[in-house]
């Protein structure tokens, strides 16, 4: 957040926000801030998805970390008046007790998400002061790239695209793939039903992706890398092209980046929204213009992908946790989650749940604790019949199923 400002209204700019006006509330918003004479004092910015997409339009106000809920234009002048100006908290349009952590907050744990809803993400210079790009400065001035895959291997960090396979490990095995070009693609191609977590992650911190990516390419001799993403996802796209261009107009993507002997690209490739294109095969297939079949390996993508050339590919999740992996050290990451799962996982809740949004949560915690304790309940106190996860690929749990882990 720019530190020009005493405070700054966040406005949430998911898309069941959007659909509620919320462009136009952020206008009227700083219209009014003129009018009170606090245009220079206090901003009101389109930030990322709240996760409490039943409630939109929603507002925080930092650094006060106090959440407005269901804000209409009416209510701006109270905010102003109250909050702004004599430090009061307008009870009645607070989401939640400030007291208690409640709601979705209760029981998350931010690492994929850790900058969503926290930074603009059209403004690299927000993610720079959250110590962004300071990951890839480690890689490429203090580690090796054998060392940089060694520390993601340790950090037990898997796909998190649905099979678990070791990040690391694929890493290593794309690094010992020789050839004379190498790529590093992101799989943004999330297909799931009433699945939003990438699509999420791209339009709130749309940087941890590409430097991860660049991250990936140090380590693996990559010098290019690819967003697959389906065209649906305009946001995301328009956020990821605003991003791509400020990290080359700072030198962090491009030729000799921090002036070391490392160039990395990025480019976008469009999808059609085929659901069989996130699988990995199936992707780069669609990426060379072919029809998105999957096809049985080996070989792998890791030893023959994208125009028969070695590639790692790494979902958008995945691959927001590995600047936090690298910043804050494998033992760190490791020390969250399970024995055979370390980390997080996001999860977008959505259907007859109170609380509809996405989550963040470790390893190990339960769907009794992501449907009751985070999710708050089914509507109306109705019975509990099954969840539905992994989408069409996945299956439906019941409430035998309840106390499961969730974990690989």
């Known amino acids: 957040m720019s530190n020009k400002y005493k405070k700054s209204l966040l406005v949430c700019n998911g898309s069941s926000c959007q659909s509620a006006s919320n462009i136009d509330l952020v206008q009227h918003i700083n219209d009014k801030l003129k009018e009170y004479g606090l245009d220079n004092e206090i901003n009101a910015i389109l930030s990322v998805c709240f996760n409490k997409c039943t409630l939109g339009p929603n507002v925080i106000v930092h650094p006060d970390n106090v959440e407005y809920s269901t804000v209409s234009k009416d209510d701006i002048d109270d905010i102003i008046i109250e909050h702004l100006l004599n430090n009061r908290i307008v009870d009645r349009l607070v989401y939640n007790d400030l007291n208690e952590i409640s709601g979705t907050a209760k029981k998350q744990y931010r690492i994929a998400l850790r900058n969503c809803g926290f930074i603009d ?11 962004g790009y300071d990951a890839l400065a480690k890689c490429l001035i203090e580690l090796t ?8 291997k340790k950090s037990g960090l898997r796909g998190r695209g649905g099979g678990g396979f070791s990040t690391g490990l694929k890493w290593e095995i794309t690094s010992n793939s020789v050839a004379d070009q190498k790529y590093v693609v992101c799989n943004a191609d999330e297909g799931d039903p009433g699945a939003f977590m990438d699509r999420s992650v791209l339009e709130g911190d749309p940087h941890s992706v590409l430097e991860a990516m660049a991250i990936c390419g140090y380590s693996i001799g990559a010098t290019k890398g690819i967003i697959y993403i389906r065209a ?35 480019e976008l490739k469009y999808g059609a929204g085929a659901f069989v294109c996130g699988e990995e095969t199936a992707l780069i297939h669609s990426m060379e213009g072919l029809r998105g079949e999957p096809t049985l390996k080996p070989p792998f993508p890791s030893v023959s992908g994208y125009l028969g050339k070695p590639t790692n590919v790494n979902n958008v999740e995945t691959l927001a946790n590995i600047p936090a992996i690298i910043n804050k050290g494998s033992a760190w990451f490791s020390s ?3 024995e055979k799962s370390k980390g997080t996982k996001v999860f977008a809740l959505a259907g007859k749940i109170n609380n509809v949004g996405l989550i963040e949560v470790p390893m190990g915690t339960t ?8 999710g708050g309940g089914i509507v109306n106190d109705k019975k509990f019949k099954a969840a539905q996860t992994g989408g069409p690929s996945g299956g439906c749990l019941t409430e035998k199923d309840l106390d499961l882990p969730i974990d690989f």
Do not use: M, S
Not at 145 to 152: A, D, G, K, R, S
């Open 145 to 152: 790239p054998e060392e940089t895959v060694q520390e993601i």
């Open 367 to 374: 769907l009794r604790e992501v449907i009751y304790d985070i």
């Open 121 to 131: 993400p059209e403004n690299i210079e927000d993610y720079i002061e959250l110590k």
């Open 232 to 266: 649906e996802y305009p946001l995301a796209i328009k956020r990821l092209k605003i991003a791509i261009n400020q990290a080359k107009e700072y030198g962090l993507l491009g030729h000799n980046i921090f002036g070391k002997d490392f160039n990395f690209e990025i």
């Open 336 to 338: 969250i989650g399970t």
